[in-house]
């Protein structure tokens, strides 16, 4: 029997999942080690396989979802990186664009360039927008700007010229400059990273490639050493921000692609869940113990976004206010987040009122209920006091929970000073993490123009089941479906992903009177490219698929949308889809004579694998045993209630809330008036309103 082992790192936890080829699920959960990420999971994985009876001979593939990109570009801890540009172009990434999150506040600043000024050179050499030489390269000039940079012991170079998408050869002669001084010199050209037009987006993506590209190239180095110490000699694949699997050789050469990997994973999963299922229109819910999540599916596909910031803070509300982090511009799927997890803080502001995160208790010192060092009372202690969370242990026994150090700091911090029963306090902590997280959802739903109520939630994440059905019958929405070992489901998403490629190009034409021949040659050529890729990788043709987008707008617009197209697929195609897209997205569209331009071309490549990389349904380990009804307090509508406390396989005849599920890895709340009971791929189905209906 063949194992494939997904290794998901989070703020508090980092999850590990190994699924067999007939379907068995086993998983394990075990507090992430910061500092050293992977050591939690090298040191879990021994345990898991202890556990689950297999050895690491046995492991054909490991899947990985990783912070460590994202946490060096928040933490400044990147690379010394220098830059190189066209002269007089040097600050273009201090100069940024016209984008401010805050529009009204004087005292905001632009985060600090991550490539101080003194290490920002330019070159004489000029190519304008249709790729013809102005100015020759100036290669005397180019070597003493990267002896420059050398003698400042810079770390990684990165070199971005003006409109270099159009014509790469000055770049490319760069390049062969730097290696020639400086072999082994991490290098990243922009026509490598990003060829395509906007020169702070591409800027900025090539310095970020740089930045963070020693950083993850020795954390990857070091995983897979520690991994084959370990036994496990399988390849290591990356999950990619977009979704998709990619090499570890690949992400230490173009690690732009890994930062936000982490959050990808969960909606991957539950694109999977809603193919199995029947579901075409979910909201994927993760909350975990930092942050929670939301993303969206339409039609069984995911929605993406082209560019994305790091460190703007969290993403709530109106994501139009951008500008506060540094810009990517590669594939990611569209995600709104919001700074509320399990180990969020609960504390009163100035004038008295109470406020729940975005500051977290993280791994350490976690919750007051860890008994770890902390005082503050966390969304967790609330669920612990409310009789939501068992008040002994979690994980399956291997956390112990000290409910009335819960209790205590939340009568102490928070009820005695607003002058409230402990249980109320609690749950007004409960609905304001809730509404924040409510924030998240629209952000996805209804500020894109959708309506959440016509969606199914699917909800994961070590806390997300528990929130899960208060927040769609807030929103309207009349079904919730908790996937098995929804606790740790991000992870449990990497074995749903396929490997992929994504390949973009600037092409900026009029789509009125645009050549269909020249389209089909550009996007095709661009399709080959993507398939030579995967070939490379060992996937033979019949394995690959290729699908074709393009990035349009309104002529005079700033801003693009993207819509897929198939091969033999003309240019009225893209202008009618283009306006239905902007239509939904907007609101509006405009007249039919309005000019629509085509700015880039994209393809997606897939390597699919010789046999599904999911079974319809998975098969966990045992379940815990079953524990005792316990008090649960519901508002005052309800006040306490006994709720019952069941194992999952209860669920396959119907049950009436209130009851409580407990599994290993998390805990589902059904509240009263709703109704769950198991689907045929062993899902937990909440229908909401059904008992009132």
């Not at 390049?175 to 990243?188: D, F, K, N, Q, T």
């Not at 310095?207 to 950083?215: L, Q």
Request: charged share 20%; proline share 7%; net charge negative.
């Amino acid at each position: 029997m063949s194992w494939r082992v997904g290794a998901d790192i989070g703020g508090t936890f980092t999850d590990l999942v190994a699924i067999s080829d007939g379907g068995a699920l086993r998983t394990k959960k075990v507090s992430s080690s910061t500092g050293d990420y992977g050591r939690a999971i090298v040191e879990g994985l021994a345990m898991l396989f202890a556990e689950a009876g297999f050895a690491a001979g046995e492991v054909e593939e490991v899947l990985h979802a990783t912070t460590v990109a994202s946490n060096a570009i928040l933490e400044h801890k990147g690379a010394r990186t220098g830059l190189i540009t066209t002269e007089g172009f040097r600050d273009v990434l201090e100069i940024r664009t016209l984008r401010m999150p805050r529009l009204y506040d004087l005292r905001w600043e632009k985060p600090a360039p991550l490539v101080p000024r003194h290490l920002r050179l330019g070159v004489a050499e000029r190519v304008n927008h249709r790729g013809e030489v102005e100015t020759p390269l100036d290669e005397d000039g180019a070597r003493v700007a990267v002896e420059a940079l050398l003698r400042e012991g810079v770390e990684a170079i990165a070199v971005c010229l003006l409109h270099s998408y159009a014509n790469p050869a000055h770049e490319r002669r760069i390049g062969a400059i730097i290696r020639e001084l400086a072999p082994g010199l991490p290098v990243s050209l922009s026509v490598d990273v990003l060829p395509e037009m906007k020169e702070y987006e591409r800027s900025s993506t090539t310095v970020i490639n740089s930045y963070i590209g020693p950083v993850l190239g020795r954390y990857l180095n070091a995983l897979i050493g520690d991994l084959q110490g370990a036994g496990l000699r399988a390849p290591l694949l990356l999950m990619q921000s977009s979704g998709g699997l990619m090499p570890a050789a690949e992400a230490a050469r173009l690690p732009v692609h890994v930062v936000e990997s982490g959050p990808a994973a969960g909606v991957i999963g539950a694109q999977a869940l809603a193919r199995r299922a029947g579901l075409a229109r979910v909201i994927s819910f993760d909350m975990g113990g930092t942050t929670a999540k939301a993303g969206v599916i339409e039609d069984y596909e995911v929605a993406r976004a082209g560019e994305y910031s790091v460190g703007a803070g969290i993403m709530v509300g109106s994501r139009l206010l951008s500008g506060a982090g540094y810009q990517l511009k590669v594939p990611a799927i569209d995600l709104a987040e919001v700074g509320a997890g399990g180990g969020s803080l609960i504390w009163l502001d100035a004038a008295g009122a109470p406020q729940v995160g975005p500051e977290s208790a993280g791994a350490l010192p976690g919750p007051v209920c860890y008994g770890r060092g902390n005082t503050q009372p966390t969304v967790t202690d609330a669920n612990v006091v409310l009789g939501y969370l068992n008040p002994h242990h979690l994980v399956g026994g291997a956390l112990p929970i000290d409910a009335a150090a819960s209790r205590a700091a939340i009568a102490g911090k928070v009820a005695g000073p607003l002058g409230l029963a402990p249980e109320e306090a609690a749950h007004g902590a409960h609905l304001i993490a809730a509404s924040n997280m409510i924030r998240a959802i629209k952000a996805v739903s209804s500020e894109r123009g959708r309506d959440p109520r016509g969606f199914a939630l699917v909800a994961f994440g070590g806390n997300g089941p528990l929130f899960a059905a208060g927040m769609a019958e807030a929103l309207g929405m009349r079904r919730v479906v908790i996937p098995p070992s929804a606790g740790v489901f991000s992870a449990v998403g990497l074995l749903a992903s396929d490997v992929e490629v994504h390949l973009s190009r600037s092409w900026r034409r009029l789509a009125q009177g645009l050549d269909p021949d020249a389209l089909e040659m550009a996007s095709a050529a661009l399709a080959e490219e993507a398939r030579a890729r995967l070939a490379a990788q060992g996937f033979p043709a019949a394995r690959i698929t290729a699908q074709r987008a393009a990035t349009l707008r309104y002529q005079g617009q700033s801003f693009e949308l993207q819509v897929g197209f198939a091969a033999g697929e003309g240019p009225d195609v893209l202008a009618e889809r283009f306006g239905a897209e902007h239509e939904r997205t907007y609101g509006h569209r405009a007249g039919a004579g309005e000019p629509v331009e085509v700015m880039a071309l994209q393809v997606l490549g897939r390597g699919l694998p010789e046999r599904p990389r999911m079974p319809d349904r998975l098969s966990p380990g045992a379940a815990p045993p079953p524990e005792p009804a316990r008090p649960a307090y519901f508002g005052r509508a309800h006040g306490w209630l006994e709720t019952p406390v069941l194992a999952r396989a209860v669920l396959a005849a119907p049950q009436a809330g209130p009851l409580i599920i407990e599994e290993y890895d998390c805990t589902c709340l059904v509240p009263p008036g709703a109704v769950a009971a198991l689907d045929g791929f062993g899902n937990i189905t909440i229908e909401l309103g059904v008992a009132s209906a």
